[in-house]
């Protein structure tokens, strides 16, 4: 399974070269082997939480709820994995390993 993290969906949100790339890779995994954490999307959320509340006009808050809209669309897309007590562990288990 490939866990995507917020840096591979940020790249496939905005495309680049290294998106087309990651693209290239996830079209020979099956659907069902790609997804990504909760925890990146409550990343991305404050980051557009920030970035609206930054808008100071009317054209500009239109934009960026629209972009958080496709934002919501994208992540609708995958399958989200959940942040519970054996990923928890898991993680604790990780950050031991390297401190």
Same mark, same amino acid.
Request: proline share 0%; glycine share 4%.
């Given at each position: 399974m490939f866990v995507l993290d917020t840096d591979h969906? =940020? +790249? +496939?949100?905005?495309?680049?070269n290294s998106a087309a790339r990651l693209r290239e890779r996830l079209a020979d995994c099956e659907e069902r082997h790609v997804a990504t954490m909760i925890v990146n999307y409550e990343e991305q959320v404050r980051g557009w939480m920030a970035y609206i509340a930054r808008a100071r006009t009317l054209a500009l808050q239109v934009e %960026? @709820? &629209? &972009? +958080? !809209?496709s934002h919501l669309d994208n992540y609708r897309q995958i399958p989200v994995l959940d942040f519970d =007590?054996? %990923? %928890?562990?898991? @993680?604790q288990q990780l !950050? &031991?390993?390297s401190l």
């Open positions: 969906m =940020s +790249l +496939l949100e905005w495309g680049s %960026a @709820y &629209r &972009r +958080l !809209r =007590s054996k %990923a %928890a562990d898991k @993680y !950050r &031991r390993t």
